[in-house]
């Protein structure tokens, strides 16, 4: 049996058959039935994933709110699970906010981050009274502060630090060093703090940082930790300012291959917390809220995506290519970032791995490559391949590019598929075209456009 298998869902198995099993369900059967691409999810994974969370820190640190991030994977039957599981959730956006609102997703559990929100965006957050406004920068206090006088309400905030601290990541995903557009820079954390502890508007309750993504190591949280510490203790001093949270961010790492494992979430925990305690023991402060904001870890290893090969083309000598029906339109990772995957061809599971080949995708561009150089049984046209941890930023960053068409989403359990997002249609794609004709021909200063 491939050791793959370890990468795909916690209820992945293998059939006596020799096929790759989901929640109980039949990949074979799941791609005959929707069609592909198309984008598996586990309820069993996505859940336990919240609770391991929950409860690693909540063991060691009872005062800690779990906050998904929902930039990782936005989708209202995923935010129910979200919700019935307590966690609270991490919105970039109107648009996030706005599916949130659709599900009645608790807004007092809700945190609004980014780095450029608009006065539109700031008045819907105050309108739907979200939990916590997290504030990234002057101008947006600022605003929010005009914002939150003329709605008559006064939000909790955090103040976002950008504490230039490298987290050894892919530089496009790495936040919280010194040249980033996300956060305030170290010469303006003290002029945030008693700019919004002298707004009578603005209510100060916490710190805020984000180092980046996909972090292997856990020595960048804790110098941040240190760091954003010391300077709570200096703002109490001069401002008699009180921590009352701290977010750490998210982050935290999932192993996409075989020889990239990511540290348990007990691990994480029982550094971030140790530290966490004994820094404001050290500093006289009075131990804060702890915010973690996992968005990957939750569902990267829950998703699972499912392809067609179709054409299997060999250059003698150089190599073979596996052409599947998507590819960058719905996982641009590899091609962005050189993200690496493993995969298994659904039903050769415990067939051995002779040939090695190159999965591509059909989109027009040679960047569109899936996985190089993998080695796999031999690989027909027809077959269907899964590649595991798939949850996180495919589908988010997902786009039309070659009017294809997004893939369908079904949620698995106990056996049994469920739709939870239909595949897109033609229609799909020219709804918000406007189609001008001849009726609509301008007349201005005299002159025809």
Not at 133 to 160: G, Q, Y
Request: net charge neutral; proline share 5%.
């Amino acid at each position: 049996m491939s050791n793959r298998i370890t990468l795909f869902p916690l209820t992945a198995a293998v059939s006596n058959a020799g096929y790759l099993t989901i929640g109980g369900a039949d990949p074979m059967a799941m791609a005959a039935e929707f069609g592909t691409p198309l984008y598996v999810f586990d309820e069993v994974t996505l859940r336990r994933k919240c609770q391991e969370f929950a409860g690693e820190f909540g063991r060691r640190y009872p005062d800690t709110t779990v906050i998904y991030a929902a930039k990782a994977f936005i989708n209202r039957a995923l935010l129910k699970i979200i919700s019935e599981e307590g966690l609270g959730l991490d919105v970039v956006s109107a648009g996030e906010l706005a599916i949130a609102q659709s599900v009645s997703f608790p807004m007092n559990k809700v945190y609004f981050h980014g780095n450029n929100k608009t006065a539109a965006e700031l008045k819907l957050a105050l309108e739907w009274r979200v939990g916590h406004v997290v504030v990234d920068n002057l101008n947006e206090l600022s605003m929010l502060a005009k914002i939150a006088n003329e709605n008559h309400s006064r939000p909790d905030i955090l103040l976002r630090l950008t504490p230039g601290i490298d987290p050894h990541t892919h530089q496009s995903i790495a936040t919280g060093v010194i040249d980033s557009k996300f956060g305030l820079s170290r010469n303006n954390w003290e002029v945030a703090v008693e700019t919004a502890m002298s707004t009578p508007e603005l209510n100060l309750v916490g710190l805020h940082f984000h180092l980046g993504s996909l972090l292997f190591e856990i020595e960048p949280y804790l110098a941040a930790i240190d760091l954003v510490l010391k300077f709570a203790a200096e703002m109490k001093q001069k401002y008699r300012f009180t921590l009352r949270e701290l977010d750490v961010g998210g982050g935290f790492a999932v192993q996409y291959t075989l020889d990239a494992p990511a540290p348990p979430v007990s691990q994480y925990a029982e550094a971030i917390t140790a530290k966490l305690n004994s820094q404001c023991q050290e500093l006289g402060l009075t131990p804060p809220r702890l915010i973690i904001e996992p968005g990957r870890a939750i569902v990267g290893q829950a998703g699972v995506a499912l392809y067609q090969v179709g054409v299997v083309k060999d250059i003698p000598g150089v190599r073979r290519y596996v052409a599947v029906d998507g590819g960058m339109g719905d996982n641009i990772r590899p091609a962005l970032y050189g993200s690496k995957y493993e995969a298994v061809v659904v039903s050769k599971v415990t067939a051995a791995n002779t040939d090695t080949v190159t999965i591509a995708g059909r989109f027009c561009e040679s960047g569109d490559i899936l996985i190089r150089d993998i080695a796999l049984p031999p690989v027909s046209p027809g077959d269907i391949i899964a590649i595991p941890d798939c949850g996180a930023y495919c589908l988010a960053m997902a786009s039309n590019y070659n009017a294809s068409l997004k893939p369908a989403i079904v949620l698995v359990k106990d056996g049994k598929a469920r739709l939870i997002r239909r595949r897109e249609t033609f229609d799909d794609l020219t709804r918000s075209d406007v189609l001008l004709t001849l009726r609509d021909v301008v007349t201005r200063g005299g002159r025809k456009y």
